[in-house]
């Protein structure tokens, strides 16, 4: 979810490894010709029900939405209904696990617009998980900067820009938690990312932070397993649920076969 321009693509495609545009399956999953709506993906519109899927990791089905600015009724609404169905519908193959929210750094003064209250008040996503991604959280160190040079002092100290970066962020974040703690259906947690336009960008802390709010062991699993842009974070939770696992077991059902595929299990791709 978010506005025009947060930065939402851009994630997936770190996520998924790769610089290609996903393809888009419609609601019946019937192939979505995209040259047909560049038009509307241009000015930022997506059908909440289209799936997409890149290439280069189809374990992951998305669903993009855009932004709901005061006035796009219709378009909330849909998306409510959508959310609402896809967080408790049984068929698995339709069920959302997560929603990744994200709100760009770019416009921090004005990170919560009627569109985020609207969301935040009347969405009940149920166990599904909403994190709050502080998107493009780079653009700070210019603020950073312009602070320092508006207190005179030398921009030319990459630590102390740093810090007045981590402390802009830190303020910025707390703002956004001290306003959307009041909602009726807060988010469940909040996670900065900046430089995800570089193609080596880490998305570690985004897998880790999704993976923590997942309350199911089997969907962490799915998660972590699907990803491939990461091998430390399957082999980091193999060892740590596995082990957890083991540790209440008696000495005698412990055996090196079983401890192998209860590793292995989370590392179906390879
Ligand atoms: N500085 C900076 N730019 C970013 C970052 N992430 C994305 N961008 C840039 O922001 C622009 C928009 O990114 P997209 O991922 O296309 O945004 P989107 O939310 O999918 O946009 P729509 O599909 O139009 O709603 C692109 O030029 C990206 O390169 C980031 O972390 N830092
Ligand atoms: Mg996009």
């Given at each position: 979810?978010?506005?025009?321009?947060?930065?939402?693509?851009?994630?997936?495609?770190?996520?998924?490894?790769?610089?290609?545009?996903p393809e888009i399956f419609n609601g019946k999953g019937e192939k979505v010709d995209v040259a047909l709506v560049q038009?509307s993906l241009?000015?930022?519109?997506h059908n909440?029900e289209d799936e997409l899927?890149?290439?280069?990791?189809?374990?992951?089905?998305?669903?993009?939405?855009?932004?709901?600015?005061?006035?796009?009724?219709?378009?909330?609404?849909?998306?409510?209904?959508?959310?609402?169905?896809?967080?408790?519908?049984?068929?698995?193959?339709?069920?959302?696990?997560?929603?990744?929210?994200?709100?760009?750094?770019?416009?921090?003064?004005?990170?919560?617009?009627?569109?985020?209250?609207?969301?935040?008040?009347?969405?009940?996503?149920?166990?599904?998980?909403?994190?709050?991604?502080?998107?493009?959280?780079?653009?700070?160190?210019?603020?950073?900067?312009?602070?320092?040079?508006?207190?005179?002092?030398?921009?030319?100290?990459?630590?102390?820009?740093?810090?007045?970066?981590?402390?802009?962020?830190?303020?910025?974040?707390?703002?956004?938690?001290?306003?959307?703690?009041?909602?009726?259906?807060?988010?469940?947690?909040?996670?900065?990312?900046?430089?995800?336009?570089?193609?080596?960008?880490?998305?570690?802390?985004?897998?880790?932070?999704?993976?923590?709010?997942?309350?199911?062991?089997?969907?962490?699993?799915?998660?972590?397993?699907?990803?491939?842009?990461?091998?430390?974070?399957?082999?980091?939770?193999?060892?740590?649920?596995?082990?957890?696992?083991?540790?209440?077991?008696?000495?005698?059902?412990?055996?090196?076969?079983?401890?192998?595929?209860?590793?292995?299990?989370?590392?179906?791709?390879?």
């Open positions: 979810m978010g506005r025009a321009n947060a930065g939402k693509t851009t994630i997936l495609q770190r996520v998924c490894n790769t610089t290609d545009q038009g241009a000015r930022g519109y909440i899927i890149f290439q280069s990791n189809p374990g992951f089905v998305f669903h993009d939405s855009c932004g709901f600015e005061a006035g796009s009724g219709v378009q909330f609404d849909k998306m409510k209904k959508f959310v609402m169905d896809r967080a408790n519908t049984l068929q698995l193959d339709e069920r959302i696990h997560a929603i990744w929210y994200c709100i760009p750094m770019t416009d921090s003064h004005r990170m919560v617009t009627a569109g985020e209250a609207k969301f935040f008040n009347e969405c009940d996503t149920g166990h599904v998980p909403v994190i709050v991604l502080l998107t493009k959280a780079d653009i700070l160190e210019l603020e950073a900067v312009e602070e320092l040079e508006d207190q005179g002092l030398s921009v030319d100290d990459a630590g102390r820009v740093a810090d007045i970066e981590k402390d802009i962020l830190n303020n910025h974040t707390a703002k956004l938690k001290d306003w959307l703690k009041e909602k009726r259906f807060p988010p469940h947690d909040y996670l900065s990312l900046g430089g995800m336009e570089q193609q080596d960008a880490d998305c570690a802390p985004l897998l880790t932070c999704t993976a923590n709010a997942l309350s199911e062991e089997g969907l962490q699993q799915l998660l972590i397993s699907t990803q491939q842009s990461n091998l430390e974070l399957c082999i980091e939770l193999a060892i740590l649920q596995s082990l957890k696992k083991y540790m209440n077991w008696k000495t005698e059902m412990i055996d090196p076969t079983t401890l192998s595929v209860m590793l292995s299990q989370w590392f179906p791709y390879c």
